[in-house]
Structure formats: structure tokens, C-alpha cells
């Protein structure tokens, strides 16, 4: 029988990612809906008049700035999602999670689809980026602890493609949309595939990690084995119960003989250990509680770890891909005319459609580090050639400078951060990591997008030459700080942290 450490993609284990990434496609919906019928929601020619309708307003009436808030303002609801939700997917479970998540996206989305005013608009985006903000912790968590460790980098990838899918696909569904009253549809439609994840998850099984960390150790293993069907799990299985409750417990539970593919100590250590509800529980370190976003910062791996991890997120943002896509409209406007600027909006999508796909391909085969490092290279490079081409007006050198960032940005910087939050994070400070992980990627993202456009103001091209900046100091970090994840399981990842 083969082993289970040899698997690359079975295929209930693929229909769980697939399933739970559903929410990541709802992502990209709320993040890509606003950005065709834009205009006509806000600055309609009839206003706050029931011209089409008796029941509701042709548009909602704002001024730029409120309306550039209103847009922004599902940031605001995925830094709240965000912060609190490691502490409900610690309580809850990654699959319970994962399913009542989507209330945000059905009750947000049905709210800006029947807004008379500009607060319930606001609201309803606020509530769909609660949504977003907590399924950006939970869909990468749950989907790194389900994959097997051939296919995580390429499943680990998947939460990014999905999130581009519901970018482009709200851009061109906009199209047709984009007038009044169609453009309701436009916010409403992301109830859709919310509802789909809603029922569907519940045919996927709750991480064998999770269910490991609260002592349901019979409900892990077969949650494993129905992850990795026809094959022998004992030594996954081994690893698993080891990185959270010890040397001891995983040979009392699954038995010596498994662990010693990789294990050269034949010695049963049993000194330090209780028993616990029938099971050899080790009362060394690797059997910890829950931590919380305090606690983290007191122990000193985790300490490694998280500011890793944190200092990764921070760069995601920073490096400038927000800005990039504002500035975008006023590069095409310089070649092209405004309604072929609209479409070459969605063609920077398409780029960035096709870039994930190659990430998808590259990842399991060229490994993280490489990757990112290419990424942020090139994320550097492109925003040096878009200051030079807005200094000598090359509009040519600025459209190609735009495809190439964001070529760069979603081979690597965009898919990896997440990914990697899950996979060098043991499980007993993932929540916490995460949490503060994703509050701060949305904090930044929320940052980004109401500073850009006064600094753009103020510097103009110029202002690039910031993210050229970051990008380098994040090619650094990556270098001297970012260890490569690929081909390594969860367990040995942080067992490297510890040794280094």
C-alpha cells in the first residue's frame, strides 16, 4: 500500500480545497465589484431619484471621497474579521468557521443590493469584508492542513487563484451591469457561491490538526484517512500527533514503528508524561494550549515565526500592487482612449488571471523562496521603468510596466504570504499568528488606499519609487529570513525555526 507521504493530490482532499476556497472567490467578488459599475453607483445621472424604480433610488449620490471610503470600507470589516478570527476558528473549528463565515457575504451583499441610502451601502461592505477578513485566516489554515505535502504549495495557491477568479469575473460581469438599475445585481450576485460553500463544506471533514489539538485523536485519523484514501497514513499521522503532543503520546497512539523513518531513536520516552481521557499525553513543550496574540510575543520561536510571517504580510501590501491598479487607469488614459482604458482595465486582470495560474504551476516545482524572490525582484524592477516612463511620458514602457508588476506581483507575492502563515506556524500559535497576520494585511490595505492617491498627488510618478524601495528591502528579508517550506512538513518547518 503506499504511503500517504507519497500522495500528490487525491481527489476528496482536492474537492475540500476546491470547496473551501469558494469563500476566497467571494473575496475577490467584494474586492473587484466595485470597480466597473462604480460610477454609475454613485454619480448616476438621475441621483437619489426612483426614475427606474418606485422601490429604490436610481444610484447613491456621494462625493468622491465618501464614495472612496465607502469602497475601502470592507477593509475596515477585514482588519475586525481578521484580529477576532483566530480566536473563532480556535473555538469553532477551521470547517464551522469556513460555513458561517458566508452569513457576512449573503447578509452584506443582499444589503448593498437594496441600499436606498449610502450607510446601508457602507454597511453592507463593512459586512462582507468581516466575511473577508476572517475567510482570509480560515480558507488558507484549513487548506494548508488538509494538503498533502507534494501538493501544498500548488492547493496553498489555489486560495489566491480563486481571489483573482472573483476579481475578473466581477469586472466582466460588470460590464452588462453597469448601468441602472443592473448595478444592484452587480454587489448582490456575491450571495451567490456564499450559499454554495454554505452547504457544500458540510460534505468536507475538519482538519486532522484541529481535531489533534483538542484530544478527538480517533476523528483525526479518520479525517486523515478519508483525506488520503487507498494509502497507509501511520507515518503523517505519527508526525502529526508528535508536533503537538510529543514523542511519547505519538508512539503510544500510533506506535513506535512509524515514527522511525525519521527517527533514529529507538528509546520510548515515557518519563515525563500523563495520562490523559485513555491517551499518553507528553507534558514536554510540544504539548502547549492554545496561544494568544500576547502570548506569542513572549515565547521566543513563535516570536521568530510570527514576526516572519507579519513582516511578509506588511511587504504584500506595501510593495504597491493597490496602487499599482489605481494608477493603472491614468497610464491607459495616457495611450488609449477612456472607454479602451475600461478595457484594458480588465486585461491587467486577465495578467493577473494568468499569472496565479503559472504560480500555480511553479510552486511545488521551483519551491516558495525562489518564487518570491523573483517576485519581489521583479515588483522592484517594474516600478523603477514606471517612474521612468512617467518622467520621459513613454506610455508604451508604463502599459508594459503595469503587466509586468503585476506578472511579478501574482507569482509570488500575492499567493505566498498566506500560504506560508499556515505552513510555519505550529497549530498551537496558528490562530493567534494568523489573526494578527491578517488584521495587519488589511490594515495595510486600508492604509494604501487612502494615503496612495495624496501621495500620488503630491510626487506624482514619483511616488513609485517608494514601492521600489520596499521591494528591496523585502527581497533582503526574504533572503536572510524566509526559509524554503516546499517538500517539508508542517512539523519539520517549525522543528527548523527551533534549530536556527
Not at 475586525?80 to 473549528?93: D, E
Not at 488606499?449 to 506624482?460: A, D, M, S, T
Amino acid at each position: 500500500m503506499v504511503d500517504s507521504l507519497d500522495l500528490k493530490m487525491p481527489g476528496y482532499m482536492l474537492y475540500c480545497v476546491v470547496i473551501s476556497c469558494l469563500g476566497s472567490f467571494s473575496n475577490g467578488w467584494v474586492i473587484g465589484s466595485a470597480n466597473v459599475p462604480g460610477e454609475v453607483t454613485h454619480a448616476c445621472e438621475n441621483g437619489s431619484a426612483h426614475v427606474s424604480s418606485g422601490a429604490f433610488p436610481d444610484c447613491l449620490p456621494m462625493a468622491t471621497g465618501l464614495w472612496g471610503f465607502a469602497v475601502s470600507a470592507f477593509c475596515v470589516g477585514g482588519l475586525i474579521g481578521g484580529l477576532f478570527g483566530g480566536g473563532i476558528q480556535t473555538k469553532f473549528g477551521r470547517k464551522k468557521t469556513i460555513i458561517f463565515n458566508n452569513l457576512g457575504w449573503i447578509l452584506g451583499g443582499l444589503l448593498q443590493g437594496v441600499a436606498v441610502n449610502p450607510a446601508m451601502f457602507i454597511i453592507g461592505r463593512v459586512l462582507c469584508g468581516l466575511s473577508c477578513g476572517l475567510g482570509s485566516l480560515a480558507t488558507p489554515t484549513y487548506v494548508g492542513e488538509i494538503s498533502t505535502i507534494k501538493a501544498r504549495g500548488t492547493m496553498g495557491t489555489c486560495n489566491q487563484f480563486a481571489i483573482v477568479i472573483g476579481i475578473l469575473l466581477a469586472s466582466v460581469i460588470g460590464l452588462p451591469l453597469a448601468s441602472v438599475p443592473l448595478w444592484r445585481i452587480n454587489y448582490a450576485l456575491v450571495a451567490i457561491p456564499a450559499v454554495a460553500q454554505f452547504f457544500l463544506m458540510a460534505g468536507c471533514v475538519e482538519t486532522p490538526r484541529y481535531l489533534i489539538s483538542i484530544n478527538r485523536i480517533e476523528e483525526a485519523r479518520e479525517s486523515l484517512q478519508r483525506l488520503r484514501p487507498n494509502s497507509n497514513i501511520d507515518i503523517e499521522f505519527y508526525n502529526m500527533v508528535e508536533g503537538q503532543l510529543g514523542t511519547a503520546a505519538a508512539k503510544a497512539i500510533v506506535g513506535p514503528a512509524a515514527g522511525q523513518s525519521d527517527k533514529n531513536n529507538d528509546k520510548d520516552i515515557f518519563e515525563d508524561s500523563q495520562v490523559e481521557e485513555g491517551i499518553m499525553v507528553d507534558t514536554s513543550d510540544a504539548n502547549r494550549e492554545s496561544m494568544n496574540m500576547i502570548q506569542i510575543f513572549k515565547d521566543p520561536l513563535i516570536r521568530r515565526i510570527a514576526i516572519t510571517v507579519i513582516a511578509l504580510h506588511i511587504t504584500q501590501q506595501l510593495i504597491g500592487m493597490n496602487a499599482v491598479m489605481y494608477y493603472s487607469t491614468t497610464i491607459f488614459n495616457m495611450s488609449f482612449s477612456a472607454e479602451m482604458s475600461k478595457y484594458m482595465a480588465i486585461v491587467t486582470t486577465v495578467v493577473n488571471f494568468a499569472s496565479t495560474i503559472l504560480s500555480l504551476i511553479l510552486i511545488d516545482r521551483m519551491g516558495r523562496r525562489p518564487l518570491l524572490l523573483i517576485a519581489e525582484a521583479g515588483a522592484g524592477l517594474f516600478s523603477i521603468l514606471l517612474i521612468i516612463g512617467y518622467v520621459y511620458n513613454l506610455g508604451a514602457l508604463l502599459v508594459v510596466s503595469v503587466f509586468g508588476y503585476v506578472l511579478s506581483f501574482a507569482i509570488g507575492v500575492g499567493p505566498i504570504p498566506w500560504m506560508i502563515t499556515s505552513e510555519v506556524t505550529p497549530v498551537y500559535a496558528s490562530s493567534a499568528v494568523g489573526a494578527i497576520a491578517t488584521a495587519v494585511n488589511w490594515a495595510m490595505n486600508f492604509v494604501i488606499g487612502q494615503c496612495f492617491p495624496l501621495v500620488f498627488e503630491g510626487i506624482k510618478g514619483y511616488s513609485f519609487a517608494i514601492f521600489a524601495g520596499v521591494a528591496a528591502l523585502a527581497f533582503a528579508f526574504t533572503w536572510f529570513k524566509v526559509p524554503e517550506t516546499k517538500g517539508r512538513s508542517l512539523e519539520d518547518i517549525v522543528k527548523g525555526f527551533e534549530r536556527n
